[in-house]
């Protein structure tokens, strides 16, 4: 396994214990954490050697960003006391081994940035303690399998050709850190959010998820809500006021008002739906006092906002309007890809009024 320096240093005159990367106890090899650390290293080039599977003991298995090629052997699944695989940013290819749910002691699974091809084996999602499932950035297709444990806390499969729906009962409660994407998901996912009550993190962008947001998302601890470029649809009301710092609900076909419990967000996606009526007064007192960094309501229905057309908004703040059903009260910088166009054809107004 070339390609490095890292080997350089393994003296097999001596104990292989003491070379970098291996770690032992009590004469077995428990660990293997392979690559060269320092920044900038090619990493290593290769296949992993079947071989691999003989080392009973190891718990730990992780290559750091290199360029190894091929498949995983199938043999991982004998590694019976294995805790961590890690073998991501490598160029990967192939399926991945069902036989991988044979470890049932696996705690975190990350092949993410491979040319993995295939299904998620749901083998995997037998594993009863997993904790952390990254497999986000390769080819995976067909659909999200159900994970069983009750400790999965991570689950990133981002940036790959899953599709199909997600049933509600086929995440655990206990994930914290969702983000599926860059896919081809379909369905509502209003069910499954309500019971993901513990969520910090979740990205379900670019996929094809439909039906209603449910208004309890927006009382989730999460700091990015990113639901943009999707098909959700209906209104969107909040609760309460919504602390979230970036809300993102770009894109899709949301419809009905523009909730005021939006006004504390600080940066406001609802650009390229269906809202109508008026902007809320608070959005404007938000904007003014600098509390908005970034509103973006074009290409909509909306009719009006009151605005002073000769107040000048603060330069931290971005506000875009355009190609709704009114001449924009204020000259602000749009983004490029809004278009040219300053209002939306009356017929278009007209029709979706009627």
């Known amino acids: 396994m070339p390609g490095s320096n890292f080997f350089a240093s393994w003296d097999f005159t001596s104990d292989p214990c003491n070379f970098a990367g291996v770690y032992c106890e009590s004469d077995r090899v428990i660990a293997l954490n392979l690559g060269d650390p320092r920044a900038g290293s090619p990493g290593l080039i290769g296949r992993l050697d079947p071989a691999i599977g003989k080392l009973s003991a190891v718990t730990e298995l992780s290559v750091v ?87 999965l806390t991570r689950l990133e ?93 770009s894109y899709n076909r949301l419809s009905g008002g523009i909730s005021a419990m939006f006004s504390t967000v600080q940066n406001l996606y609802l650009n390229n739906n269906r809202f109508t009526g008026q902007v809320p007064g608070s959005f404007v007192d938000r904007l003014m006092e600098a509390s908005i960094q970034v509103l973006y309501l074009q290409h909509n229905y909306l009719t009006g906002i009151q605005i002073n057309p000769t107040v000048e908004i603060p330069l931290s703040s971005s506000l875009c309007l355009q190609y709704n059903c009114m001449v924009p009260p204020v000259q602000t910088p749009c983004p490029l890809k809004a278009g040219k166009q300053k209002t939306r054809p009356t017929a278009q107004c007209n029709e979706w009024r009627g």
Do not use: C, W
Request: no cysteine; proline share 9%.
């Open 65 to 151: 960003p290199g360029r190894i090629m091929g498949s995983l052997p199938q043999s991982i699944s004998q590694l019976k006391d294995l805790r961590f695989l890690a073998i991501s940013r490598n160029f990967l290819s192939g399926g991945i081994p069902a036989t991988l749910g044979q470890l049932r002691n696996l705690k975190t699974l990350d092949l993410s940035y491979n040319q993995l091809t295939g299904d998620i084996p749901h083998s995997i999602g037998t594993i009863p303690g997993l904790s952390n499932v990254i497999l986000s950035h390769n080819r995976l297709s067909g659909s999200v399998p159900p994970f069983l444990s009750e400790t």
């Open 157 to 249: 499969l981002k940036h790959n050709d899953l599709s199909g729906s997600i049933s509600p009962t086929s995440l655990p409660p206990s994930v914290q850190y969702l983000s599926l994407s860059g896919n081809r998901l379909t369905g509502p996912v209003d069910l499954l959010l309500n019971r993901l009550d513990r969520l910090n993190y979740l990205d379900l962008s670019m996929n094809q998820f439909s039906g209603y947001i449910p208004s309890r998302i927006f009382t989730f601890p999460i700091t990015n809500l990113q639901l943009q470029r999707n098909s959700f649809s209906g209104p969107v009301q909040p609760g309460g006021q919504v602390t979230i710092p970036t809300v993102d609900l």
